[in-house]
């Protein structure tokens, strides 16, 4: 199973504790985001297609090297950003993976303005501007009072990430849209999401599409919502 991370997160922090549980099913590979931990920071910006082609090259790699067996299944799992590679994944390599899981994210998600914003206060101030923010978003309340260390580490990796990879992160979210491409999308599946995690609901009948561009999800994907969830689902919900 390869896993991605989210937005200023290493993959170590956020998939560390589910680790236990996946490792009796899977080999596991994570993959980074310039800059946390072993990935160098990020000279230019990238787009998600270029994501998920350095996701398939590693793969291909990692086959190579005999890390990864030829003719086992491969599936994938991310978060936030990792799960919008997932998406980008199976619209751009279909048939690579037997199933993938698409954590609190979505086939669109913000706006290009938002994310524009974002990168720019980012590069001239730095990550540690969008710490309170992120922190509201990424746990339910409670969370980090009952997960003190889980909810510290990545906390500490938003903080020490590299400003200007960050904001390349946040232009390749400024222009993924992978809507008019989920009806093509026939690989397995699966959305989980928390009740709070916004930009992963489904739409309703009076939802707008230019009000609400990021709730787009294939119509036949399983969602599973993990009560009491935030935007960082996996962690408390591991089991």
């Not at 991310?78 to 997932?86: H, M």
Request: aromatic share 6%.
């Amino acid at each position: 199973m390869v896993l991605g991370p989210s937005l200023g997160t290493g993959s170590l922090a956020l998939w560390g504790p589910a680790v236990p549980y996946l490792k009796e099913h899977f080999q596991l590979i994570a993959w980074d985001l310039p800059p946390p931990r072993e990935s160098a920071p990020s000279a230019e910006g990238f787009s998600m297609g270029e994501l998920a082609a350095g996701v398939i090259s590693m793969i291909d790699a990692l086959r190579t090297d005999g890390v990864i067996v030829d003719g086992n299944a491969l599936f994938y799992a991310g978060v936030s950003i990792g799960g919008a590679t997932a998406l980008q994944l199976a619209a751009d390599f279909p048939g690579s993976f037997a199933g993938l899981s698409v954590i609190c994210s979505a086939a669109k998600i913000g706006t290009p303005e938002g994310w524009a914003e974002r990168a720019e206060l980012v590069a001239k101030a730095g990550t540690p501007v969008v710490m309170t923010g992120s922190a509201e978003r990424w746990f339910a309340p409670g969370f980090i009072e009952a997960n003190p260390v889980a909810s510290t580490n990545l906390l500490h990796n938003l903080q020490d990430a590299d400003r200007f990879s960050y904001a390349h992160a946040c232009g390749a979210l400024g222009s993924f849209d992978v809507r008019e491409a989920l009806g093509g999308m026939n690989d397995p599946i699966l959305a989980i999401a928390g009740p709070m995690t916004r930009c992963a609901r489904r739409p309703t009948p009076n939802s707008s599409p230019n009000t609400r561009p990021m709730r787009a999800l294939p119509s036949s994907t399983p969602l599973r919502t993990c009560p009491g969830r935030g935007p960082r689902g996996n962690l408390r919900a591991a089991r």
